[in-house]
């Protein structure tokens, strides 16, 4: 809900002077002090805004403030310039009315700074989009451009406006802004040529020469220190706080943002220097015949540069300078000027020069901002206006009366407005209006104005006299014209109260103006007012070949020579002014009043004197006095109900009816008398504003009591929200427990039941399975019983049957060996001679059947060692040759299987068997293996080519063997192969032979006991091959080797049995020694194989691992 607050809350002071209770200067001052002192500047005088200048930046200007004022009423937020741009804004933009917002002060109180916020804030508020950005960008741009060509240090002010401003912001019917129109007034041209002790001339000659770069410097022809210019004051050349290289770059900024182009910016700085220049130009007085002093240029190169600059031959300038072309009734005439009348005329020029170019740039800065669109406008007019200038000790001149004059008239159209406005808003509102009492200047003005007998007419009067025209001779025909006025005041009036009163010099005269009472002196009023320009300079700058000049200076063209003389300043001010105050006048007008608290520009000084100075001059309390003549303070019903129902019960909380009738029922009921207020139509009108204090005071001490009822009421709340919360909570968290004990209790219960339900079936089922059991073991004692029984009784039976069975058979047998008896008692008579050898026959021959048949059982295998054992003793030598046939017989079906090579094969395992049988502990590891001979296949095996086509014989066995080095015991392989008649020993990698010994010489093999494939070729001692020594080797297939060797010694006829010798040692002769081969048993950790190990020179000891 949208919280409505009021001006009247947390005020400092009064932020409505309207409201000021005792209204007068001292309380209205004190009022200003305590709210400046508490950094609050601004404060209303209805919807006049004063405006303290705080010397010092505040946060009062950021964009949340803009947001903050956007679309609030006026009185609803404390007093802020914003709100009054804000109301104007607004009420241009949705009630159409064109607004004018007058800014008025003296120097240094803010106006300019108070413009420019106006100024911003609207540009914030206002449309946005590419155009409307452009557009504001460039009306806000206009300041810096016009602030360094028209600003200038003073004393009272770092950044003094030395014109008047007033720019038309032009608005379409949305509020975006179009564009813009400036007009200036009355430019402080007096300060291009003299300043006053402590200020500086424009800002733009030390912007220019402190910014500006060598190279454009070099092209005006200018240089950069400041006191090579006699037009620079040079005491306050450098302003603190101010940076103008800093400056020149954003005025050039500036310039180019409102669309000036390259060239004219140059033209414009030429122009700027030309001023320098012409400062620079002196004069010395050349003596004439005539005995007249005439004037001549000084040093010449000045003049020169400036001419050159400005495209002006240098003799038509020159010659200006010393002479005068004076044109009377169509006869020309040439005087020559002494060295005073040339810097005369040098002052002017430079200063018709500068002030032109201000308006020019006026002029062209409105070319570019002007509104594109042909619609009809909503215009904001901005008027940034010096305020009342009263110098002490009657130090005020022609400008001073100027300027007071052009106040006068602003006072003039404020108070109407403001009455006007007054006036209306009772009609609007149907109120009876009264006469207020107030001053109307208008009489002031009338005595500056007036045609017939206005100061400034007759000061026009003066100037264009004939004959001698002085100051003085001006001051006299006011003293005589203006005597009986009441607001004039002179010495030599004719009115003799001013005689005496030495106040007031002879030279001077005295306005008493709507602010205060102002001394001027009539010195130079004549000369500023015609503000001469000899023709003879604009002719010569006419003839510049300078673009811009020439503009300039439109008169000096010989082709429209104008006798007329030029309108006088004073008169063209007096023009300018009515126009403005004409426009103004169909404006809606908004004031803001600006105050500087203090001379030394600084921040946290308030100084009464100074402040009470201007709240007089601005006539600000005497503005108070119109706007509260009537009534002090008016509100609409809608807001004054809002405020202070409360105070009433039939109006709290709310009022059903018509907001009119419920201030009616409040007032009546706060027991307001009735004089004090007067219903309008939309408003209540308060007369007095104590009665509004008394109703604020009763409204915030009913704030407390309510204040403290909504406490009550929140806190109670608040309380009772937490109550519930917590309730809600804890029976949330109860519900929670509850269940969580209640599943607790449940599952303790569920596993009670569990268990005592299991316990239950347990015993349940056992005892079901008892008498199952029980059932079972009955029926199970009854199948026993009955099975027991019934074997018994089968038993009995069987027995009875086997007892009569017996007793049957023995009946039988006793029958039949009786039967027998009887027979052979019968008949042994006639068979015992043959019957017993018949039966033993018999029976032999039953005997022998049976024994063969059981002989069937054996197998074919011969080695098959099985026979049946014999069953009778009789039969024993039978037995053991039966089976010695059956052996032999079967051994030889055996062996007419076999094949010649196999047969060979198993004569060679038989010599082996022979020859090794129970001697080496080898053999019996050999017996499977069957004797392949060839292990090399030296036949297929390419490798082995060469080698076996070098074997003249058939190979039978080709192996691989380890020959054994007597020097280290270790082996070397090697390829053994037999034939029948030699054994070679070859190489194994190249099958190269190595050795080849015929067998006649090989006298015996030794081979020891044990396990291990080791074996010495012993060759014959005086043997062809005995030269090389016996071979020690050793081979996986030893039996073999050695089977063979042995084979082939007996099948050979013509040759020697090989000895084949097994022992444990023995002595082998190498080639020089005999070296004995000792074997030993050595331990399973030697390893799988035998290793063979030189113990010494005579002695190879060969470890066989233990079988
Ligand atoms: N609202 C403000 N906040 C901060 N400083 C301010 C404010 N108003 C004015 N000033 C300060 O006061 C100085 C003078 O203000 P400004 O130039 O607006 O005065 P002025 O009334 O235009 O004077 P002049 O008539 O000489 O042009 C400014 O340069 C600025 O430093
Ligand atoms: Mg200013």
């Given at each position: ?397 022609f400008?001073?009366?100027i ?45 500056i104005e007036n045609n017939q007998n206005g100061i400034l007419a007759m000061l026009d009067e003066e100037c264009l006299r004939?004959?001698?025209v002085?100051?003085?001779?001006f001051?006299?025909k006011l ?46 009023f004549v000369?500023k007012n015609n503000d ?33 003389r030029p309108p006088t300043a004073g008169f063209q001010f007096k023009a ?532």
């Open positions: 809900m949208e919280v409505k607050t009021s001006l009247l809350d947390n005020m400092i002071g009064v932020g409505d002077m309207v409201l000021l209770e005792p209204l007068n200067e001292d309380s209205f001052i004190m009022n200003l002090r305590n709210r400046f002192d508490h950094n609050e500047i601004y404060t209303y005088i209805g919807s006049v805004v004063i405006s303290m200048n705080p010397y010092r930046s505040l946060p009062i200007y950021t964009p949340q403030k803009v947001e903050e004022y956007r679309n609030r009423n006026f009185y609803e937020l404390s007093p802020h310039i914003y709100a009054l741009a804000d109301e104007a804004y607004r009420s241009l933009r949705d009630q159409d009315k064109d607004q004018c917002i007058l800014i008025t002060g003296e120097s240094g109180a803010g106006k300019t700074e108070a413009s420019k916020l106006v100024m911003s804030y609207v540009a914030a508020v206002c449309g946005k989009g590419q155009e409307v950005n452009k557009v504001k960008e460039q009306l806000l741009q206009s300041n810096p451009v016009l602030e360094a060509f028209g600003n200038a240090k003073t004393m009272r002010n770092d950044n003094s406006s030395r014109f008047g401003k007033y720019m038309d912001i032009e608005f379409d019917f949305k509020g975006d802004p179009l564009g813009g129109v400036i007009s200036n007034y009355l430019l402080e041209k007096s300060r291009v040529c003299k300043q006053p002790r402590g200020e500086r001339n424009f800002h733009i000659f030390y912007q220019l020469l402190s910014g500006a770069s060598d190279d454009t410097l070099m092209k005006l022809k200018l240089d950069r220190d400041f006191s090579k210019y006699n037009y620079l004051s040079l005491d306050s050349a450098n302003v603190n706080g101010l940076d103008d290289a800093a400056s020149f770059r954003t005025v050039r900024n500036a310039m180019q943002i409102v669309g000036f182009m390259e060239a004219e910016v140059q033209s414009v700085l030429e122009l700027v220097a030309a001023v320098l220049k012409l400062g620079n130009i002196e004069f010395k007085p050349e003596s004439r015949v005539n005995g007249f002093d005439e004037s001549r240029v000084k040093d010449k190169n000045d003049l020169k540069e400036m001419c050159e600059l400005l495209g002006i031959e240098q003799s038509v300038l020159e010659r200006a300078f010393s002479y005068r072309t004076v044109e009377a009734k169509m006869e020309k005439m040439s005087t020559t000027l002494n060295v005073a009348q040339a810097y005369y005329a040098r002052d002017a020029l430079a200063k018709n020069l500068y002030s032109r170019l201000f308006s020019w740039l006026v002029t062209r800065i409105n070319e570019s901002i002007k509104a594109q669109a042909k619609t009809r406008h909503k215009v904001m007019g901005v008027l940034d206006i010096y305020g009342f200038e009263i110098f002490e000790e009657g130090d005020n001149s400008e001073q009366f300027i007071n004059y052009c106040n006068e008239k602003l006072q003039q159209i404020f108070i109407e407005l403001t009455l006007r406005e007054e006036q209306e808003e009772y009609i609007r509102e149907d109120i009876e209006w009264t006469n207020i009492e107030y001053f109307n200047n208008a009489v002031i003005c009338d005595l004939p004959g001698t002085t100051d003085d001779t001051l006299d003293n005589t014209i203006c005597a009986e006025h009441q607001h004039f005041e002179s010495r030599l009036n004719k009115n003799s109260k001013f005689l005496t009163d030495h106040s007031l010099p002879h030279s001077c005269f005295r306005i008493q103006h709507y602010a205060g009472k102002v001394l001027y002196r009539v010195e130079g000369d001469l320009l000899y023709r003879d300079l604009s002719q010569a700058m006419y003839k510049a070949t300078h673009s811009l000049m020439r503009q300039l200076f439109p008169e000096g063209n010989p082709a429209k020579v104008n006798l007329k300018s002014v009515g126009v403005l105050m004409k426009n103004l006048q169909t404006k809606n007008p908004n004031y803001i009043r600006c105050i500087k608290p203090n001379d030394k520009k600084v921040a946290h000084i308030f100084t009464d004197s100074l402040v009470c100075h201007q709240v007089r001059y601005l006539g600000l309390v005497e503005n108070v006095r119109v706007r509260r003549a009537g009534y002090a303070f008016r509100q609409p019903y809608e807001s004054c109900l809002e405020r202070y129902k409360m105070l009433c019960k039939k109006t709290w909380p709310h009022w059903r009816g018509p907001a009119r009738d419920g201030v009616e029922v409040l007032l009546t009921d706060c027991s307001v008398p009735t004089e004090e207020f007067a219903y309008g139509r939309s408003k209540i009108f308060i007369r007095n504003p104590r009665t509004l204090f008394t109703l604020e005071e009763r409204r915030r001490a009913c704030l407390e009591d309510l204040a403290t009822l909504i406490q009550k009421i929140y806190r109670g709340w608040k309380s009772r929200t937490h109550f519930l919360l917590l309730k809600k909570s804890q029976v949330v968290v109860a519900a929670w427990y509850r269940r969580y004990a209640q599943q607790n209790k449940y599952q303790k219960i569920k596993s009670a039941t569990l268990v005592m339900q299991s316990f239950i079936r347990g015993w349940k089922a056992r005892n079901i399975l008892r008498q199952l059991k029980y059932e079972k073991r009955c029926k199970e004692a009854v199948t026993t019983i009955a099975a027991y029984w019934h074997g018994t009784q089968a038993r009995m039976e069987l027995r009875r049957l086997k007892t009569e069975a017996r007793n049957k058979r023995a009946v039988s047998v006793i029958w039949a060996y009786w039967q027998g008896t009887k027979v052979r008692r019968e008949y042994r008579k006639f068979f015992r001679a043959n019957a017993g050898k018949k039966i033993y026959d018999f029976t032999i021959q039953r005997i022998m059947q049976k024994y063969f048949l059981g002989l069937k059982t054996t197998t074919m295998s011969p080695m098959d060692n099985s026979w049946p054992a014999k069953p009778y003793g009789f039969l024993e030598g039978a037995h053991t040759q039966l089976r010695r046939i059956f052996h032999l017989w079967r051994c030889k079906k055996y062996r007419g299987q076999f094949t010649e090579e196999k047969k060979a094969v198993y004569e060679e395992k038989l010599e082996a068997s022979e020859i090794f049988k129970d001697k080496k502990a080898l053999y019996p590891s050999s017996v499977s293996q069957p004797f392949k001979g060839d292990y090399l296949e030296i036949q297929k095996n390419p490798k082995y080519q060469k080698l076996n086509s070098a074997m003249e014989e058939k190979v039978l066995l080709a192996d691989l063997v380890n020959k054994i080095n007597r020097a280290n015991g270790k082996g070397s392989p090697r390829l053994f192969l037999l034939t029948k008649s030699n054994f070679v020993l070859a190489d194994q990698k190249t099958g190269q032979v190595k050795a080849s010994v015929p067998l006649p010489d090989l006298a015996s093999v030794s081979v020891s006991t044990q396990s291990d494939g080791f074996f010495a070729l012993k060759l014959k001692e005086g043997s062809a091959s005995a030269s090389k020594g016996d071979f020690l080797l050793s081979s996986e297939h030893l039996i073999e080797i050695i089977t063979k060797l042995h084979r082939i010694g007996t099948t050979a006829a013509d040759r020697d049995q090989i000895n084949i010798d097994i022992s444990d040692e023995f002595l082998v002769q190498f080639k020089q020694d005999k070296v004995c081969v000792k074997f030993i048993q050595g331990g399973p950790k030697n390893g799988n194989s035998a290793a063979c190990k030189r113990k010494n020179n005579r002695l190879l000891e060969v470890s066989v691992p233990s079988p």
